[in-house]
């Protein structure tokens, strides 16, 4: 019963929002499974009926629109509960894979008509933006005037991602929209100019939600580090894997935003530092040495600097400030008072140092092929890192991680694309396999290494060691994109 729920201020309650929803789903759902006839379709239209008429008797009309991640309600956006989360999510990718963005129902609705309309809506087929012209069309051939829709609208910034096929394009769009900010954010910084920090904000929450929808095509791209050695590039990626390693132990949702702004800024400081000693091949002068360390102090004074951040700031000063601190305080800057370091801190360090390792040329008094760079953390765990965070990063990296050159022991070449959520199976991930041919590398097909053969009850293959791209003139990020 509708009627329950009548006690409502001038807004419609949450619960009947989210009624009508649940309603309009199933009804939906059930289009697409049966015939206008069936038994159940003339119950869930009749259900559902009563739901939207309760609406326009005490609203006038029904208006549902989907924008970014979100559903609205006659302007109003529905709130999520976790109980109905997953139908909420459901229509809004049933409507997207017809390309409808939005519907309007002017008057009550007659039961024929919205059954009418509902399989219209289940039939529709693709992405074609003039889907909704189609059921519009046909609406007006049976006299039905009071139903309006509206194609799907993409924001700016915000490209909703639909299916698999979509969510690479995605992570793309986030990852290199990440560093045109940060370009931008850095000129700002120099020029003294307003840094545009909704966006930072708004990028950073599209990369949570692609990393949380899916880990291993943002963290691919990271690795492209060890072919870009531009510094912005080195701020996105920071942000992936910090936000990556937040996932994986926790952190809620919206601070795990708040992890990626920190990384995106945590070396804002050396934008102070001449470029000659940034970009400097041989070992630095103990002089420059004292310039490079006082990056973290300067980056936290730009951050403070910063009035727009709201509850970010502290966070942001802490990952600034304690980035090459260390776990056990023997880095830089050095203190006076030992402190401990806060969980953005360390977090920020961890993923910095991994990213910083790869690189080739700069700062390269480590080795960089990532296997040794995981062994050396291990090795350093609870003197320069967190032990505990350490142990979830190398996990999450995969001994082999994303984007490494491996060496089979059927002679073939490949490409690390995805690593198994398995422990046991770490050392086996999915593979690119890449052969020469006409003096270029190329793409050949995707393998699993986990697969056995049939006959032999023995792996097909097996990783025998990583590789150096840049010793074989492979441009990984190639094959990754
Ligand atoms: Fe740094
Ligand atoms: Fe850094």
């Known amino acids: 019963m509708i009627e329950k729920y009548s006690s409502v201020d001038d807004d419609l309650s949450t619960k009947i929002k989210t009624e009508f929803i649940i309603r309009f789903y199933r009804l939906l759902k059930g289009a697409i499974l049966y015939n206008p006839s069936n038994i159940i379709i003339s119950q869930y239209t009749q259900e559902c009926v009563k739901v939207i008429n309760y609406i326009i008797e005490s609203e006038g009309y029904l208006f549902l629109k989907i924008a970014r991640d979100s559903l609205f309600l006659n302007n109003i956006k529905v709130r999520v509960r976790a109980d109905s989360y997953p139908i909420l999510k459901g229509l809004s990718r049933e409507m997207r894979k017809r390309w409808i963005g939005e519907f309007r129902f002017n008057d009550r609705v007659k039961a024929e008509h919205l059954r009418d309309f509902i399989f219209l809506l289940a039939r529709l087929e693709g992405k074609h933006e003039s889907n909704y012209l189609y059921v519009k069309t046909q609406l007006e051939y049976r006299n039905v005037k009071y139903i309006d829709l509206g194609a799907l609208e993409l924001f700016k910034d915000e490209e909703i991602y639909f299916d698999s096929e979509n969510k690479k394009r995605y992570s793309n769009h986030t990852y290199f929209n990440a560093i045109g900010l940060m370009k931008e954010i850095v000129e700002s910084v120099k020029g003294q100019k307003v840094i545009n920090i909704r966006k930072a904000k708004r990028l950073m929450q599209n990369a949570v ?16 580090k060890n072919y870009d050695e531009s510094t912005f590039n ?18 809620p949702k919206r601070h795990l935003s708040h992890l990626g702004v920190t990384g995106l800024f945590h070396d804002i400081g050396k934008i102070e530092i001449p470029i000659e000693i940034i970009n400097k091949e041989g070992t630095l002068t103990s002089e420059e040495w004292e310039v490079v360390r006082s990056h973290p102090v300067i980056g936290s004074e730009i951050v403070m600097k910063m009035k727009e951040w709201g509850e970010l700031i502290t ?10 601190l260390k776990y056990d305080q023997s880095g830089y800057p050095k203190l006076t008072r030992k402190r401990k370091l806060t969980l953005f801190g360390r977090i920020v360090a961890l993923a910095d140092f991994f990213d910083a390792c790869g690189r080739p040329r700069q700062y390269s008094r480590y080795p960089y092929i990532s296997e040794n760079i995981l062994g050396f953390m291990l090795q350093r765990s609870g003197k320069d890192f967190d032990p505990a965070l350490v142990k979830v990063f190398v996990n999450m990296m995969g001994i082999y991680p994303l984007g490494t050159l491996v060496l089979l022991n059927t002679n073939e070449m490949g490409i690390v694309i995805q690593t198994q959520v398995e422990v046991e199976q770490i050392d086996r991930p999915k593979v690119s396999l890449i052969y020469y041919s006409e003096e270029a590398y190329r793409k050949g097909e995707i393998v699993d290494l986990t697969e056995k053969d049939k006959d032999t009850g023995e792996f097909k293959r097996t990783i025998m060691n990583s590789l150096d791209p840049n010793e074989y003139n492979i441009n990984v990020a190639e094959f990754l994109i």
């Open 234 to 251: 080195h701020s996105v990626n920071v942000a992936i894997y910090a936000i990556a390693l937040g996932q994986r132990i926790g952190i």
């Open 209 to 224: 939600n692609a990393i949380m929808e899916d880990e291993s095509t943002l963290l691919g791209l990271a690795s492209i």
């Open 315 to 324: 966070r942001m000063i802490d990952g600034t400030f304690e980035h090459h």
